[in-house]
């Protein structure tokens, strides 16, 4: 079945990086955008951005453009994303999610199980 | 960027009662429009896209309708396991953004 497993919780200091990892299986890896979402407690979704495992072209949302890097190796089926410069408010769940296109119109699925990642001094 | 408004925030509501969640964009989004359900410390799963696709493997009691600006997701007779948070998410725009959730609550 089509999967996404993430790696596990983090724990990091202000201004430190963090790098989230998202393993695809059940499907053809570079076939599908891979999407980034994050969740603060209790609060809702918010999109980071999108990369393209194929081509590696990426898009960002505005919020954390020059803040966030998306990345992926196509040899073991896996997409990264890099936060850096990291704040108490960047504590959250952060998913990862498999883009789906028909006839033009985007989702999300599956998603990840989530990592949380949370900024600590 | 394209805002997304749900109503209610909350709902309380009983086994066996139709539900219905409203979602408003701020600008027409045709039938770019997806749901999602998630259970507390969950992803989020997909129910409906394109407005009023139901996802495989989706109970028929979900169903969703709209175009434009106004969409609504309906559940028609609620189970136990239907107490859940809802969000719409926009994908008329490549900067897809999400309501901000329905929380739905048994009474």
């Known amino acids: 079945q089509v999967q996404l497993v993430q790696s596990g919780a983090e724990v990091k200091k202000p201004g430190a990086s963090v790098k989230v990892s998202c393993k695809a299986s059940?499907?053809?890896?570079?076939?599908?955008?891979i999407n980034w979402v994050r969740q603060a407690t209790g609060q809702g979704l918010e999109w980071m951005g999108w990369m393209n495992p194929n081509s590696g072209n990426t898009g960002y949302a505005q919020k954390f453009q020059g803040r966030v890097t998306m990345t992926r190796n196509t040899s073991i089926s896996t997409a990264y994303m890099e936060l850096s410069s990291l704040r108490s408010e960047d504590t959250a769940v952060y998913y990862c999610?498999?883009?789906?296109?028909?006839?033009?119109?985007?989702?999300?699925?599956?998603w990840g199980q989530g990592t949380l990642v949370t900024v600590s001094s | 960027d394209i805002q997304m408004t749900q109503s209610p925030s909350s709902l309380s509501a009983s086994v066996g009662d139709r539900v219905t969640i409203t979602c408003r964009a701020s600008?027409?989004?045709?039938?770019?429009l997806n749901w999602y359900q998630q259970k507390p410390g969950k992803a989020p799963k997909l129910l409906i896209y394109?407005?009023?696709s139901l996802q495989s493997g989706v109970p028929s009691r979900f169903s969703g309708s709209g175009s434009g600006t106004d969409f609504t997701l309906t559940i028609s007779s609620l189970q136990p396991e239907d107490f859940a948070t809802y969000y719409c998410q926009q994908s008329y725009s490549t900067r897809t953004t999400f309501g901000q959730g329905t929380k739905l609550e048994i009474k």
């Open positions: 059940g499907y053809t890896f570079t076939s599908y955008d």
């Open positions: 394109a407005a009023s």
């Open positions: 999610a498999k883009g789906v296109t028909l006839r033009g119109v985007d989702w999300f699925d599956p």
């Open positions: 600008q027409s989004i045709s039938s770019y």
